[in-house]
């Protein structure tokens, strides 16, 4: 291998943690926040639900598994709702870098991300405020100066920004849908909420697009894909459950069992077998 040398430019990509936090909201409890913040704020909301709204924005309703987004230099308003008012907790991030690392992904286009439990981002983000939590040491301290770039990491990469195509015509937004699908299904981290994302559309918009059009579900669809790929698999090669549950986008050959016999009834051994 020859010598080798070269500059690396990392683009002044420095950010850290400056606060966090987390509080358990009264009935109809709101923030209003009129005083500019010089700081990026994460909030997650641990269960409850309530009303969101930031600059440029309309309100919106979110719950349990919902996060949004305080960017810096706007303002903002959000209150707990009335009956099952909100628990969230908060972390506050600062430095040149922070501010670019999220526009590189998709929340800056409406400031909020929904459900996003089953997420890379949101186990990261997860383990972030349980280190922060514990004793203060050397180590914890490189463990979440890590952490934190690997949250925009997965940021970016699970939630890619991409323009809101909220105005095309339904009928194309159903078949960016499908196309989506066809294409993705054989890769675990295929999901009904990054393709929400990824139009820039709500479960219940998507939902209704799909029972329009084909009568079922989004996620029934991407189950059809996969256990009808399954089935082919079964009948036409000899691969192993492991092996078929990868090709069909499945973690693990027990999830893939489970799903694989509700939809059929039969496990795949026994599908395989008759």
């Known amino acids: 291998m020859p010598n080798q040398y070269h500059n690396f430019n990392n683009q002044n990509l420095e950010s850290h943690i400056l606060f966090y936090g987390e509080q358990a909201c009264q009935p109809d409890e709101y923030f209003e926040g009129n005083n500019l913040r010089k700081n990026d704020v994460l909030y997650y909301i641990m269960s409850g639900k309530g009303t969101f709204t930031s ?3 309309h309100s919106v309703k979110l719950k349990k598994g919902d996060l949004f987004y305080i960017p810096r230099s706007q303002t903002c308003y959000f209150q707990a709702d009335h009956d099952e008012p909100w628990q969230y907790f908060w972390i506050g ?3 040149p870098g922070t501010n670019q690392m999220i526009k590189a992904s998709n929340l800056p286009n409406k400031n909020f991300l929904r459900q996003i439990q089953n997420t890379k981002f949101f186990t990261t983000l997860h383990k972030i405020y349980g280190i922060l939590n514990k004793k203060t040491s050397l180590l914890n301290n490189i463990q979440i100066a890590s952490l934190t ?4 990491y997965h940021l970016v990469n699970e939630f890619p920004d991409h323009p809101p195509v909220r105005k095309t015509p339904k009928v194309d937004q159903y078949q960016i849908a499908i196309d989506y699908l066809n294409k993705n299904y054989t890769d675990p981290t295929c999901n009904i909420v990054e393709l929400c994302n990824r139009l ?3 479960r219940s918009f998507l939902y209704a697009l799909f029972r329009k059009n084909t ?3 989004p996620q029934k669809y991407l189950m059809q894909l996969r256990m009808e790929a399954a089935k ?8 192993n459950l492991k092996q078929i549950a990868h090709t069909v986008g499945y973690g693990d050959e027990f999830t893939f069992s489970k799903a694989f016999k509700r939809y059929s009834g039969v496990s795949p051994n026994v599908f395989r077998g008759n």
């Not at 770039?149 to 925009?152: E, K, V």
């Not at 082919?232 to 691969?239: G, S, Y």
């Open 232 to 239: 082919k698999e079964l009948q036409n090669t000899t691969h």
């Open 55 to 57: 600059s440029g924005h």
């Open 215 to 217: 009568k079922i579900s």
């Open 93 to 95: 991030l600062a430095g």
């Open 149 to 152: 770039y690997q949250l925009f």
């Open 200 to 202: 820039g559309v709500s």
